[in-house]
Structures are given as C-alpha cells and as structure tokens.
C-alpha cells in the first residue's frame, strides 16, 4: 500500500508496496524509450503541440527551457510494448510473487488476483502521453484529441522541465525497502505538474471548454480497468496525483514556485509529510525501523521473501479496507512514527505465508489508537472474535489461515498474521 506505483518497483500497494506497480500509470520517472518503427502520422500534430505548450509551462512553471524536447505520437500496441518492456526490467517474477502473496494474506485482493497482468491492462488505458527521462522524449497516445488534451501534454512537459533542472533519473534507481519515502517523492513529482496543469487550464475558457469535451466524451481514455482495480492499488496509483497535489499546492502557499522548486533539494521523507505538509516544513523525519528475520522460529524451509515500509499511507489503506470508515482509519493512522513489514514463505508457498509488522508511535496515546484499530480490523477481516486477551496489551486469533497476534509495547504495536499451526505466536513478537 506504499510503494509508489511506477515500473520501477511494479508492486507496492499492499503492505509490500504492491501499488508499486501503478503509480507508473503515467510513467513519468521509468519510462523506457521506446521507438516506432514507421513515423506516426499524427506525430508532426504532436511537436507543434509540444513547441507551443512548452513555452507556455516554462513561463507558468518559472523554469527556463535548456533544451527543446523531442515528441511524437505513439498507438497503443507501442504503449503496451513500453509498458511491458519497463515492468519486465523493473521487478522479477519473485517480486512479483511477494507482491500477490502479501496483497491476498491482507485481504486487500481476491484469492485468484494476479497482479502482472491486470497492471498491463491498467496502465495501458491509462496512460495517455508520457515523458521519458532516458531519451528526454515526449510521448502522446495517436488515440486522443490534441487540443482537448494539450493540459496533459503541459503536465508532462512539466515533467520535462523538472528532468531538464532537477534530474529525473536520480528517482530511477531508489534504493529497495524504502517504498514510503519513494511514495512520497513522487508525490511531489506528479504534484508539482498536476498542480501547473490546474494553472494551465484556467489561463483560458475555450481551454477549459476543451479539456472539459475531451474528459466528458471519453478523450482521455477508458475508466473500465481502474474502476475494477482494488482499492489499494487504485488509491495508490491515485496517491501521487491527488494528495501530491495538495501538498504541492500549500508548498506553493508557503512560498510560491521557488518553495516547491526548493523541495526538489529537500525531498519530503514519508507518505506522512505529503499528507501533512506542516510535518515537512518542521523536518519531522520517520524513524527507521529494523526488523529481525525470524524464519527460523517458524519452522523448516520457511524464508523472508520481502521487507519493506509502509507509512501513514500504507497503513490508512490497509485499516480502512476493513474498517470501512475513513475519518477512524485516518485518526488511527495518524501519530505514525515509522515502521517495517516482513513477508516470509514457508515449504507450501501457496499456502504458508506469514506477514510481520513492527510499527512505532510519536506517543502512546497514538500506539493505542492504532492497536484498538488494528483489533477491530482483525476480527473482520477474519469474522472471528480474539481467543485470548491479555492485560498487558496482546491479543490472538485462531483463523482458518493460521494465527494471528496483535501486541502493544509502549510506543510501539507488533502485529504476525499467519503464524502455522504448531508454533507459539507470542515469542514471535519479541523476537521480532
């Protein structure tokens, strides 16, 4: 639920990013490059397109164009081509399997869901033009009208000019393990070109008339694929967009282009500074958690296959699918300090999973909060009350899918879904 969605780390959304995936819905900072073979006859349109609007962006955006930016139009087969060429590079099929098995443990995706190729089918109708930072390339989809859409080819040329003065392709290579942060930046990234595209648009009625025919007649492409996403993977491929756009906009309050232009420098550190952006500008960093591999108190051939962060984001998501009701996910998520999560498979991958998770708390008021959160997620998201009880802030379940114990110590909240029968959960949550 915190990975951000782009090729790069095509899983992220659940508790192991498994959104990661889908936040390249507009693969901004991943792109690869990628050439048709025969000019597209509409690619002429698109450089005069690109010519007049990037000189516009620039004057809103308060960057000076260095160098022009090269574009044309692409079908959607190309589209797909590119997508599939950059997921295949982005994340092996063992990550992949990480992904769909922590999504299904939680609860976030149907049994049957197979992640790789409902991203292909969600990004393909999603995207509608892209920039590639690798050949410095701007790219429209044949299918869509161009004046209609010239606030999509300003958001993109945004992400051109942001290449072209801050770098794009340091977004490229993030470190694994560290979705959260990764979330966060581009966050900033979508909202800093979100945010110009609303200025862009207002700058002129007929404009706004356009954009508006183009969105209402289907322009823009299709919403089919994205309306039967799960939530998980559709809120975090949206995460960028719309709460990065927030953020970007009281960034912008505080101090106008210069402070976003600034941001660039100080990057935000966590999904919890976009959603709070007086968190950011007090430089409230999250903590780093550490999470110890206990594969061997769970038996024979069990191994961590994945490890990763979830953030305040991450974690809303993932009470709230559940809980169903977002002004209590929200306070419980709140208050959040830092956390990791683990994913360990056993002998009978199908079958034995376990999901670890360490969270900890700016206070214990909020550890409490999360900890009563995460109980009454539990017992619906299994429709089982607790089989034990304990004073001292723990509580176990006996599920058709293993164990379950939820533990409290201070300021931090310890959570094992899946624990196998035969193995005591309690240790495990000290162990961790």
């Known amino acids: 639920m915190s990975k951000r969605i782009s090729p790069r780390n095509l899983l992220a959304a659940a508790l192991a990013g ?76 063992e990550e992949m399997a990480a992904s769909e098995a922590t999504l299904r443990k939680l609860g976030l995706v149907p049994a049957g869901f197979q992640l790789r190729p409902f991203i292909i089918k969600l990004l393909t109708e999603q995207v509608a033009g892209y920039y590639d930072p690798k050949s410095q390339e701007f790219h429209l989809a044949d299918w869509i009208d161009i004046e209609g859409q010239k606030p999509v080819i300003a958001h993109e040329l945004v992400h051109a000019l942001q290449d072209q003065h801050f770098n794009l392709r340091r977004f490229e290579d993030w470190p694994k393990h560290d979705s959260d942060a990764e979330l966060a930046a581009h966050a900033l990234v979508e909202g800093d070109a979100s945010f110009l595209m609303m200025q862009y648009v207002t700058q002129s009625p007929a404009r706004q008339l356009a954009f508006l025919k183009a969105m ?32 970007v906009t009281q960034v912008y309050k505080r101090g106008g282009w210069e402070a976003v232009t600034a941001a660039f420098k100080t990057l935000p550190q966590s999904s919890e500074q976009i959603l709070h952006a007086d968190k950011y500008h007090a430089g409230e960093a999250p903590r780093k958690v550490a999470l110890r591999d206990v594969s061997a108190s769970l038996g024979k051939g069990w191994r961590m296959a994945d490890h990763d962060v979830e953030g305040e984001w991450g974690l809303y998501l993932l009470l709230d699918e559940f809980l169903q009701s977002a002004d209590a996910s929200r306070r419980a998520a709140e208050g959040w300090g830092g956390d990791r999560y683990a994913l360990f498979l056993g002998p009978n991958r199908a079958a034995d999973v376990v999901v670890a998770h360490k969270t900890v708390w700016d206070t214990e008021a909020d550890a409490r909060e999360f900890f009563d959160a995460y109980v009454r997620r539990t017992t619906k998201r299994y429709g089982v009350e607790p089989s034990e009880v304990a004073e001292t802030g723990r509580q176990l379940w006996k599920t058709n899918e293993g164990g379950v114990i939820v533990e409290r110590v201070g300021g931090a909240v310890v959570i094992v879904e899946g624990v196998p029968d035969g193995v005591d959960p309690k240790p495990l949550t000290g162990l961790l």
């Open 216 to 247: 209402m007649t289907g322009g823009a492409g299709s919403s089919e694929q994205i309306e039967k996403a799960p939530r998980v993977l559709r809120e975090t491929l949206l995460f960028p967009y719309l709460q990065g756009t927030a953020f």
């Open 18 to 93: 498994a959104a990661a995936a889908v936040a390249a819905a507009a693969p901004t900072v991943t792109a690869q490059r990628a050439r048709p073979a025969v000019i597209n006859p509409k690619s002429a349109a698109v450089r005069e397109a690109t010519a007049e609007v990037l000189r516009e962006t620039s004057r809103l955006r308060k960057l000076p164009v260095l160098r022009q930016v090269r574009s044309g139009a692409q079908s959607r087969a190309e589209i797909e081509q590119m997508l599939i060429r950059n997921l295949n590079q982005s994340s092996t099929p």
